[in-house]
């Protein structure tokens, strides 16, 4: 069982450059997340879906954008990347919890991105 | 808008004892969950322990506890018997309705021989 897979694991990109972070889940989990984590601080919540074609912006949204075209797919585009954008990027997925809410996130690896 | 506090950025504890971590947390909704992540060295977030805003009893998973103070909105992690491999950095983090899902800056424990 695989969980969550994020790949790549490692990339380096120069100032201007774009890519995309891509993220699987194999347990048919509706709701997906993605975090940046920069040197010892906690996770900053970019995007998040709730199910396929449904896309919402977290707390730093600016520089990235989501799309969601199937269940088990949530890939994370970087357009023009700054240095800013260092950091570790954690995709994670997860089942409905109780009254609304959400249940326990399962994580990937993480990608860590250097943009020099 | 949901906030989680941690007011401990390092904690030391010596192997064996107990140890408390500190999480407020930061809502206006009736109904949200509260989760408590380990995250070693290595990097991978592990999650420990979850306690939904409507149980009544605090939750319990081994050596962890959560000690939930819904009046004064506080979700503190209690470790037991701390072992050298509890050193990591702990995260308190909040799920609300409509799936928002937020985490607070975390606290480095060491334990210490």
């Known amino acids: 069982n695989a969980g969550v897979t994020q790949t790549p694991k490692f990339r380096i990109l120069k100032i201007g450059q774009s890519m995309t972070l891509q993220c699987t889940q194999d347990m048919n989990h509706n709701y997906m997340y993605w975090y940046r984590q920069d040197p010892g601080m906690g996770l900053k919540l970019i995007y998040y879906?709730?199910?396929?074609?449904?896309?919402d912006k977290g707390e730093v949204p600016n520089g990235y954008n989501v799309s969601r075209s199937t269940t088990e797919d949530f890939p994370l585009r970087l357009e023009l990347a700054a240095p800013s954008q260092t950091s570790v990027y954690f995709c994670?997925?997860?089942?409905?919890?109780?009254?609304?809410?959400?249940?326990?996130?399962?994580f990937g690896e993480g990608s860590r991105l250097t943009v020099l | 808008a949901q906030k989680i506090t941690q007011t401990q950025p390092g904690m030391f504890v010596q192997e064996k004892e107990a140890v408390t971590l500190d999480c407020t947390y930061d809502t206006s909704d009736q109904s949200y969950g509260l989760f408590w992540y380990k995250q070693p060295s290595s990097g991978e977030m592990i999650f420990l322990i979850y306690?939904?805003?409507?149980?009544?009893q605090n939750a319990t998973e081994g050596r962890y506890s959560l000690n939930f103070q819904k009046a004064r909105k506080s979700a503190n992690l209690v470790i037991s018997a701390s072992q050298l491999g509890d050193s990591a950095m702990y995260f308190c983090a909040m799920s609300t309705y409509g799936q928002n899902f937020v985490f607070g800056p975390g606290t480095r424990l060491s334990v210490l021989p």
């Open positions: 994670a997925s997860s089942r409905p919890g109780t009254s609304g809410t959400t249940g326990e996130l399962f």
């Open positions: 306690q939904g805003s409507y149980d009544e």
């Open positions: 879906s709730v199910g396929a074609g449904i896309t």
